[in-house]
T-cell receptor, first 113, second 121 residues
Framework: DIVMTQSPDSLAVSLGERATINCKSS????????????LAWYQQKPGQPPKLLIF???TRQSGVPDRFSGSGSGTDFTLTISSLQAEDVAVYYC?????????FGQGTQLEIK | QVHLQESGPGLLKPSETLSLTCTVS??????????WAWIRQSPGKGLEWIAS???????YYNPSLKSRVTISIDTPKNQFSLTLSSVTAADTAVYYC?????????????WGQGALITVSS
């Protein structure tokens, strides 16, 4: 299985500031023939299921605010929230879908400083 | 709007069999463009994909659970189900049903609210 490792485990950022969450895969999730990275990001708030934010490493899901962006390729990826809002407090997960079984990172708890 | 809703027993004893059903509204399980999946979340193991099924009955399982898991689909009822045999305390988790694209887009765009399953004697 591909192991997904996120850093940091928790993060406190001031309102309006940038938040950056990292995700590293144990092997590349870049498919050579189509140049796509098989990587998604989710947001989970307490008592709710995960919500899809980004897929193909950098494509925002419909309705997701543009302050959320994804970047990276191969084995190293980043989720950036450009200007943190109070409603962004949540746990964030990355997920690879390059191989079966699809696997998730352990999560990063994002809080307000 | 697609809506998924899990239903299940809540509490099980060790060695029993867990049965969960996901009822889907706003979409047809017979559409050829999606897989339907079960994912669980526990404090110890985080998010773990369990299994997926296509409307034609093609099934895909996590090797770590394959010997104990069966996923099935009932397209007339627009439901799909999961059974997990010989449960232990390690199977205590919130179980989600979810949808993902057919093909190689194996990310999950719609999720149910989750069903908390506790295994305890």
């Amino acid at each position: 299985d591909i192991v997904m490792t996120q850093s940091p485990d928790s993060l406190a950022v001031s309102l309006g500031e940038r938040a950056t969450i990292n995700c590293k895969s144990s092997q590349s999730v870049l498919y050579g023939s189509n140049k796509k990275n098989y990587l998604a990001w989710y947001q989970q708030k307490p008592g709710q299921p995960p919500k899809l934010l980004i897929f193909w490493a950098s494509t925002r899901q419909s309705g997701v605010p543009d302050r959320f962006s994804g970047s990276g390729s191969g084995t190293d990826f980043t989720l950036t929230i450009s200007s943190l809002q109070a409603e962004d407090v949540a746990v964030y997960y990355c997920q690879q879908y390059y191989t079966t079984p699809p696997t998730f990172g352990q999560g990063t708890q994002l809080e307000i400083k | 709007q697609v809506h998924l809703q899990e239903s299940g027993p809540g509490l099980l004893k060790p060695s029993e069999t867990l049965s969960l059903t996901c009822t889907v509204s706003g979409d047809s399980l017979s559409r050829s463009t999606y897989f339907w999946a079960w994912i669980r979340q526990s404090p110890g193991k985080g998010l773990e994909w369990i299994a997926s099924i296509y409307y034609r009955g093609n099934t895909y399982y996590n090797p770590s659970l394959k010997s104990r898991v069966t996923i099935s689909i009932d397209t007339p009822k627009n439901q799909f189900s999961l059974t997990l045999s010989s449960v232990t305390a390690a199977d205590t988790a919130v179980y989600y049903c979810a949808r993902c694209d057919y093909g190689d887009s194996y990310y999950f765009d719609y999720w149910g609210q989750g069903a908390l399953i506790t295994v305890s004697s």
